[in-house]
């Protein structure tokens, strides 16, 4: 995933349903995980994995950069979401607003805090079901869709825009996954839906979540065995479940 020395990872969103999973994968992979959560209890629930937890609001600008600075991470995992449990399904059309602002302003926030805190790379999370409408399976390089979605009037499509744009905008190494649907516990899904999404590049099926990301790191460390750190170009590789954005 990394060959520099500092083997120092930020989680922000640690607490979540992918962020918890991810804390406790990096643990196991011996890296040295900083991990934001804005509950104390869910602090406490990181502590007893590994996690050095930090409670901050992705939203108080001047204590996030604070606390980046402090931590001194190499790698800022981005992967904040503001969504209901098991995405209630009544729950959800406010989410999606307040979801798209943690993708803007919280993104804006996180990389400034990352680069004040010398960061060399940021990977976030982005999702692969806003495509503009078109033949399927989507090819990775398929436009958003900016304008009018059913059911969530482009909220979800700008939310990811944004994030996206500053990732790959920022000076520093930005990796953008955009991640398909997942089931498993505390997704919403107890099992893949019948005909699978088909927003990957290739027509990747759902996959369970931990299953994912524990093929994310495989890869990741494959990828830097065979060709290093690749600092400064754009890529755009296949994560399995949706498109991975490098640049």
């Known amino acids: 995933m990394f060959s520099g020395p500092n083997r120092t990872v930020l989680v922000a969103g640690a607490s979540g349903v992918i962020g918890r999973r991810l804390c406790r994968l990096l643990v196991e992979d011996g890296w040295r995980v900083f991990g934001t959560t804005r509950s104390q209890e869910k602090a406490e629930t990181l502590a007893a994995m ?7 609001d992705v939203f108080d600008a001047a204590k996030l950069k604070a606390a980046l600075v402090d931590a001194k991470p190499a790698i800022v995992a ?8 098991a995405l209630e399904p009544a729950a959800m059309a406010a989410a999606r607003v307040r979801n798209a602002h943690i993708r803007d302003i919280g993104t804006r926030n996180l990389i400034a805090a990352a680069l004040a805190a010398g960061a060399q790379r940021m990977v976030a999370q982005s999702v692969c079901f806003a495509y503009a409408p078109g033949p399927t399976p989507y090819p990775e390089d398929r436009a958003l ?4 979605i059913p059911g969530s009037d482009g909220v979800i499509a700008r939310g990811v825009i944004a994030l996206e744009r ?5 000076p520093l190494t930005g990796v953008v996954l955009r991640f398909g649907r997942f089931y498993g516990p505390e997704t919403g899904l107890d099992a893949p839906p019948a005909g699978g999404n088909q927003c990957a590049a290739r027509a990747a099926s759902e996959m369970p979540l931990t299953a994912f990301l524990s093929r994310l790191l495989f890869l990741s460390r494959k990828a830097e ?10 890529r755009r590789e296949g994560s399995g479940t949706g498109t991975t954005f490098r640049r």
Do not use: E, F, K, Y
């Open 225 to 234: 065995a065979s060709s290093g750190m690749s600092s400064g170009r754009s």
């Open 50 to 56: 590994g996690v050095a937890p930090l409670v901050i």
């Open 78 to 85: 981005h992967m904040l979401t503001d969504l209901p449990p």
């Open 145 to 148: 869709n900016a304008g009018s």
């Open 166 to 170: 500053q990732v790959l905008g920022a």
